[in-house]
C-alpha cells in the first residue's frame, strides 16, 4: 500500500518479491539505480560505450522476461554484476576469442568522474594524482579496487563476480592502497613543508 520510498542515491530497498508479481515501478527503480553503475562496468570491459549500454539493457530485459524468478535471488547486486561481466564477455568472444584467454588481464578501468562532495575539496593536483596512480595499478588489481571503492561493492561480492577468493580481492586491495598512498605520499613530501616563520 504505502508507496514511499524514494530512495535515489541511496541503494533501493529492493522488493524482488514485487518485481516477480510484475510491479514495474519496482523495476524501474532497480533499473535506474544500478544501470549507471553497471554501464560503467561493462564499458571497462568491451571498452564501447553503446556496447555497453546494450548489454546492460539486455540483462534488464532478461530479468523483466524472468521475473517469477526474481524472488529466488539472493543477492540482486551480485547477479546483476556476474549477469553483465558474462554478457561482457559474451560480447567480446564473438568479436574475438583471444581475448577471453586472458580475462581481467587487458581491461582499463577508467575511473569515474563523478566525485563525491568531500573528494571536491581535494586539490586537483592530488587528485590526479591518484587517479594515475589508480590507472597504474594492474588491471586485475584495478578492476577490484573501482569494485570495490567506487561501485562501493563488499569483498565477499566481488570475489563472487570475478571468480577470486575473498582473500585474492583483500589481498588486492591491500597492494592497491599501499601503491595508491605510496605515489600520493611522494606527491606530499615533494612539497615544501609551509615554511614556518622562523
Known amino acids: 500500500m504505502g508507496n514511499?520510498?524514494?530512495?535515489?542515491?541511496?541503494?533501493?530497498?529492493?522488493?524482488?518479491?514485487?518485481i516477480a508479481e510484475g510491479d514495474e515501478q519496482a523495476?524501474?527503480?532497480?533499473?535506474?539505480?544500478?544501470?549507471?553503475?553497471?554501464?560503467?562496468?561493462?564499458?571497462?570491459?568491451?571498452?564501447?560505450?553503446?556496447?555497453a549500454t546494450e548489454i546492460v539493457d539486455d540483462?534488464?530485459?532478461?530479468?523483466?522476461?524472468q521475473r517469477e524468478k526474481a524472488s529466488s535471488i539472493a543477492?540482486?547486486?551480485?547477479?546483476?554484476?556476474?549477469?553483465?561481466?558474462?554478457?561482457s564477455l559474451n560480447y567480446l568472444s564473438s568479436k574475438a576469442h583471444r581475448l577471453i584467454t586472458e580475462p581481467?588481464?587487458?581491461?582499463?578501468?577508467?575511473?569515474?568522474?563523478?566525485?563525491?562532495?568531500?573528494?571536491k575539496m581535494i586539490s586537483a593536483e592530488l587528485q590526479e594524482k591518484i587517479a594515475s596512480a589508480v590507472?597504474?595499478?594492474?588491471?586485475?588489481c584495478k578492476m577490484i579496487f573501482k569494485l570495490v571503492r567506487e561501485d562501493g561493492l563488499r569483498y565477499r561480492d566481488v570475489?563472487?563476480?570475478?571468480?577470486?577468493?575473498v582473500n585474492t580481492v583483500d589481498a588486492q586491495m591491500v597492494i592497491a592502497v599501499?601503491?595508491?598512498?605510496e605515489k600520493v605520499q611522494a606527491h606530499f613530501t615533494a612539497f615544501p613543508k609551509r615554511a614556518v616563520k622562523k
Open 4 to 18: 514511499s520510498s524514494h530512495h535515489n542515491s541511496e541503494e533501493p530497498v529492493v522488493a524482488l518479491q514485487q
Open 27 to 51: 523495476f524501474r527503480r532497480l533499473f535506474q539505480y544500478y544501470s549507471p553503475r553497471l554501464n560503467q562496468f561493462a564499458c571497462s570491459i568491451v571498452k564501447i560505450k553503446e556496447a
Open 59 to 65: 540483462v534488464f530485459i532478461k530479468l523483466w522476461k
Open 75 to 87: 543477492n540482486i547486486r551480485v547477479y546483476l554484476y556476474v549477469a553483465v561481466k558474462n554478457s
Open 104 to 119: 581481467f588481464d587487458h581491461f582499463d578501468i577508467a575511473l569515474s568522474r563523478d566525485q563525491a562532495p568531500d573528494q
Open 135 to 140: 590507472e597504474s595499478l594492474p588491471p586485475r
Open 159 to 165: 570475489a563472487e563476480i570475478l571468480n577470486l577468493t
Open 178 to 181: 599501499k601503491r595508491i598512498s
